[in-house]
């Protein structure tokens, strides 16, 4: 394991103590809501400060953008860090939650790391180096086609803009495909894309913490990772299909015909 894949490791345990500590006692947590439908609590910022912390005290001059203190610095290299995915899930005791961790170098994606506290399943990548659940290395499916594939996806929450527009791929890829999940943790559907548990996984409307580290997962665990035209742009649109190579690209073909013309691809 490389240093920087090491710092990210050790970033996440903290983060994964903090959070399992206050599992299944949310009535005794301080909770508010940023938007509609979007929630922060109390063990977000305390995992996200033992995060920043632990990154601050081996990199301090490298920048952050963290999902609930914003930008930290500028540099070339750039920790993305998301300490609670699946916020909603914690706090109803829904065990599907995670901690997303992604170092990118020039706005090229290096290092990643999901973890998963309840299941102590620790997903690490490294550009170039593969992908590995603990010290099992993932390969993506050999998924040829939609017949007995299942797919994750997440329904947009914060902004039902384009909800008719995604309920059409909805539609389009149930009747394509075995099953359709929807667990509400990005970056743990993504690191289950790598794994082989899912086959693919759409969704619209993710931030860059949400699934940066998921990406860079399923990109060295043989997939490919795409806006929902097939395009590279989905770290800045956050609208984004990830599968094996030749699922993705039965899936952004049903997907393609239902996407707005004034939505980012």
Do not use: C
Request: charged residues 25%.
């Amino acid at each position: 394991m490389n240093p920087t894949t090491t710092i990210a490791v050790r970033a996440a345990r903290q983060a994964g103590s903090i959070i399992m500590r206050s599992f299944g006692r949310a009535d005794t947590l301080t909770v508010s809501e940023k938007q509609s439908n979007d929630f922060v609590s109390e063990v977000d910022r305390n995992a996200e400060q033992a995060i920043i912390g632990v990154i601050r005290k081996a990199y301090p001059g490298h920048a952050i953008l963290a999902e609930e203190s914003g930008s930290h610095g500028k540099d070339e290299f750039l920790w993305i860090i998301d300490p609670l995915d699946g916020t909603t899930n914690y706090l109803h005791g829904f065990p599907q939650f995670s901690i997303s961790i992604a170092l990118s170098h020039r706005g090229k994606l290096e290092n990643a790391v999901v973890y998963d506290p309840l299941r102590d399943e620790m997903y690490t990548a490294a550009r170039g180096a593969g992908a590995l659940l603990n010290d099992r290395r993932l390969r993506v499916s050999e998924q040829k086609g939609f017949k007995g594939a299942l797919l994750g996806t997440g329904i947009p929450y914060r902004n039902q803009r384009y909800m008719d527009a995604y309920l059409a791929m909805l539609k389009d890829l149930a009747k394509e495909s075995a099953g359709i999940r929807r667990p509400g943790s990005a970056a743990l559907d993504f690191a289950y894309v790598a794994a082989g548990r899912l086959d693919g996984f759409w969704e619209l409307g993710l931030s860059a913490w949400d699934f940066a580290a998921g990406a860079l997962l399923v990109q060295e665990a043989g997939g490919v990772v795409s806006d929902i035209r097939g395009g590279s742009r989905h770290l800045e649109t956050g609208n984004v299909i990830a599968a094996g190579v030749r699922l993705h690209r039965e899936m952004v073909d049903v997907i393609r015909p239902h996407v707005p013309g004034d939505i980012a691809a």
